[in-house]
């Protein structure tokens, strides 16, 4: 397959950010006639599978960013579709300029000088503000508030062709499979994990022996493997056996690196989404919003994106008994992702379950496709083996057992995964785990 335009440039940014710009600079003239001066790619962790930056121009200044998977040409279909989450009452910056073409997908904005959620809450990672704190949870309690009204007013029943449509399986279901079969073990699946070697602090694993192993994290053991869960995800998250709990109006990638964080200069703050690459009208209504709940808190803080501060923050060993893999961590979620998770948990998750229930859409094993969904979270956003990337041993082995904790239930015991499943089920805990 011949590379797209924006995949040699996403590549080449890798390399040679000089030239890589340059390249951008020329593609944004030919699409939209504007001359671009002062093009920076910014460097950011949290855009694993995208690049964005900042032009100036005889008319202003101006962000851009563009989204693209390894592998793919392009994006098909409606890939930008703003207008769909403003319509529904969503906020959303609207792009100024748009590229739909296949393999030159690209969404131009008026620059605005507002931060990413991401980078105050990194900030609040790294050092705890109560009053700041207290502003940005009150910013994601008022956006919780109008997802949870956005849907109960979208939610509609789907067919298996439209729930199949939605772009917003490529973050899950497409990442495991082959494209020409559409079976799995293939995708990035296959090209990060299946036959390669594994590195951990003083231990080595060939993948079949640690798709088997069982995991015990801080002495909590677990009934699923890492293999178990990717062949339930694979069959589990196709995407026409998602069709049985409605679809609603949803951006599907919101994660705090696609929200603007804007001051009022009054003590308040609110959030704007902008990139809606996987939006849609018909997504799964129990996949809207795992994305955002794992990478905006359970990613945090560091492990997954900044491996080189969760080297410098935390212990993580392992020990193999037999066929279990013995793992002792101290990670643990910041003031700030805890105080986000509670309120994702109230304002949203619980009462998105009860009005799925109140029509009769809740499935009895929603909380295993909840959970299969947040297992997929980090091991297809990025590569986790130590040495590919930025992954070290120790963050490799703590991105693994968040990975398994975040998939499985315990076989006895809670954690932290376990307790928020917990918090937000309308069922009742022992009728949850029995389903499961």
Not at 226 to 244: K, Q, S, T
Not at 334 to 346: D, N
């Amino acid at each position: 397959m011949q590379d797209s335009r924006t995949a040699r440039i996403r590549a080449l940014a890798r390399v040679d950010r000089s030239r890589a710009e340059a390249e951008l600079v020329a593609l944004i003239g030919d699409l939209f006639g504007l001359t671009a001066k002062d093009l920076r790619i910014n460097p950011d962790p949290y855009s694993l599978n995208s690049l964005n930056g900042f032009f100036d121009t005889p008319d202003g200044s101006f962000f851009f960013k563009f989204h693209q998977e390894e592998g793919e040409e392009a994006m098909s279909g409606e890939y930008y579709r703003a207008d769909i989450l403003a319509r529904a009452g969503l906020p959303v910056d609207q792009p100024l300029h748009v590229s739909a073409l296949p393999g030159e997908q690209i969404l131009i904005y008026r620059r605005r000088m507002d931060p990413r959620f991401a980078d105050i809450l990194r900030a609040l990672d790294l050092h705890d503000d109560p009053d700041r704190r207290a502003r940005a949870v009150d910013a994601e309690r008022t956006l919780c508030r109008t997802l949870m009204a956005v849907y109960r007013q979208t939610l509609h029943p789907v067919t298996p062709e439209e729930v199949a449509a939605e772009a917003i399986h490529r973050l899950f279901h497409d990442r495991m499979v082959d494209p020409a079969t559409g079976r799995a073990p293939g995708g990035r699946l296959a090209d990060y994990y299946v036959g390669k070697r594994f590195s951990f602090p003083g231990l080595e694993l060939h993948w079949d022996e640690l798709a088997a192993s069982r995991f015990v994290v801080n002495g909590v053991a677990y009934g699923s493997t890492i293999g178990d869960l990717f062949a339930a995800a694979a069959e589990r998250l196709a995407p026409r056996r998602l069709a049985n709990h409605g679809g609603v109006v949803a951006h599907g990638d919101a994660h705090n690196a696609n929200v603007w964080y804007a001051e009022d200069g009054r003590g308040q703050a609110a959030l704007s989404y902008f990139d809606p690459a996987f939006a849609g009208r018909h997504v799964p209504a129990l996949l809207a919003e795992i994305k955002p709940t794992f990478h905006n808190i359970f990613a945090h803080p560091f492990w997954l994106y900044e491996p080189d501060l969760a080297e410098q923050r935390y212990r993580a060993s392992v020990r193999k008994r037999g066929t279990e893999l013995h793992v002792d961590m101290d990670w643990r979620l910041s003031p700030i992702r805890e105080a986000l998770l509670k309120v994702r948990s109230t304002e949203l998750w619980r009462p998105l379950l009860e009005e799925l229930r109140r029509r009769h859409l809740l499935p009895l094993e929603w909380r295993r496709l909840v959970r299969l969904g947040l297992f997929l979270c980090p091991t297809l956003v990025m590569n986790l083996r130590a040495g590919v990337g930025a992954h070290t041993p120790k963050s490799s082995l703590i991105a693994f057992s968040i990975a398994v904790m975040a998939g499985s239930e315990p076989m006895e015991g809670s954690d932290l995964l376990t307790e928020f499943l917990d918090a937000i089920d309308p069922c009742g805990v022992q009728n949850a785990r029995r389903a499961h």
